[in-house]
C-alpha cells in the first residue's frame, strides 16, 4: 500500500518560513519518478506549487518562485518543500503528490496527471 505523509506545517507570520516534508512507502520510491507539492484554500481548487522531475529539474507556480524550494533525498525516500517570505496568501493545505509510473509528465502541474496523493499538512501564514 502507498503512503506519502506529509508534516512540517504550522502558523507563522508573514516573512516567515517553514519546511515540509512528505515520506514516501510502499513502493521503491523511483529517482526516475517526478514529483510535487499542491496547496488547495478553502473555497479554491487545488494548484500545483512545485515540481521535481526524474533528472532533478525544478518548476514553480509563479507566486513561489524565488520564495520556495522543492527537493528531494532518494536514500531517505523524503521529498521536501522550503518555503521563505511566506505570505498570507499561501495560507493552505499543502499535499504532496506522485504519479502512477515514471516518466516524463504532459502536465506536471495538472492534478490528474498524479494518482498517488497524501493527507495534507495545513500552513498558515498571518499578517
Known amino acids: 500500500q502507498v503512503q506519502l505523509v506529509e508534516s512540517g506545517g504550522g502558523s507563522v507570520q508573514a516573512g516567515g518560513s517553514l519546511r515540509l516534508s512528505c515520506a514516501a512507502s510502499g513502493y521503491r520510491y523511483s529517482s526516475d519518478m517526478s514529483m510535487a507539492w499542491f496547496r488547495q484554500a478553502p473555497g479554491k481548487e487545488r494548484e500545483g506549487v512545485a515540481v521535481?522531475?526524474?533528472?532533478?529539474?525544478?518548476s514553480y507556480l509563479d507566486s513561489v518562485k524565488g520564495r520556495f524550494t522543492i527537493s528531494k533525498d532518494n536514500a531517505k525516500n523524503t521529498l521536501y518543500l522550503q518555503m521563505n517570505s511566506l505570505k498570507p496568501e499561501d495560507t493552505a493545505m499543502y499535499y504532496c503528490?506522485?504519479?502512477?509510473?515514471?516518466?516524463?509528465?504532459?502536465?506536471?502541474?495538472?492534478?490528474?496527471?498524479?494518482?498517488?496523493w497524501g493527507q495534507g499538512t495545513q500552513v498558515t501564514v498571518s499578517s
Open positions: 521535481i522531475d526524474s533528472g532533478g529539474a525544478t
Open positions: 503528490a506522485a504519479p502512477f509510473a515514471t516518466g516524463k509528465l504532459v502536465r506536471p502541474f495538472a492534478v490528474i496527471q498524479y494518482y498517488y
